[in-house]
């Protein structure tokens, strides 16, 4: 049974920090791709960062520079480091892993930023 589980949101002020973790089981970690989305109220969900099997990564625009993904394949986690965050940062985030043809998400963590 693939779970996927993330932990480290919460409330935090403009201009803080949070470390985003998701820890992967019922996969071939290191065979995944896997990737951070994001969902905000009214809107749809979007990839934020993605990370490859090789360790390459990929960001939106929105986030580069401020945030960074990372894989730890002895412990099957994956990790968001998000820095100088705003406002518009709040949102549900979810961790994703991707070997084709499947797909599997957890079940998201709230980060509200707000002063």
């Known amino acids: 049974q693939v779970q996927l589980v993330e932990s480290g949101g919460g409330l935090v002020q403009p201009g803080e920090s949070l470390r985003l973790s998701c820890a992967a089981s019922?996969?071939?970690?290191?065979?995944?791709?896997m990737a951070w989305y994001r969902q905000a109220p009214g809107k749809q969900r979007e990839l934020v960062a993605l990370i490859t099997t090789g360790g390459s990564t990929n960001y939106a625009d929105s986030v580069k520079g401020r945030f960074t993904i990372s894989r730890e394949q002895e412990t099957n986690t994956l990790y968001l480091q998000m820095n100088r965050l705003k406002p518009e940062d709040t949102a549900v985030y979810y961790c994703?892993?991707?070997?084709?043809?499947?797909?599997?998400w957890g079940q998201g963590t709230q980060v509200t930023v707000s002063s």
């Open positions: 019922g996969i071939i970690f290191r065979l995944n791709v």
């Open positions: 994703n892993a991707e070997r084709h043809p499947n797909m599997f």
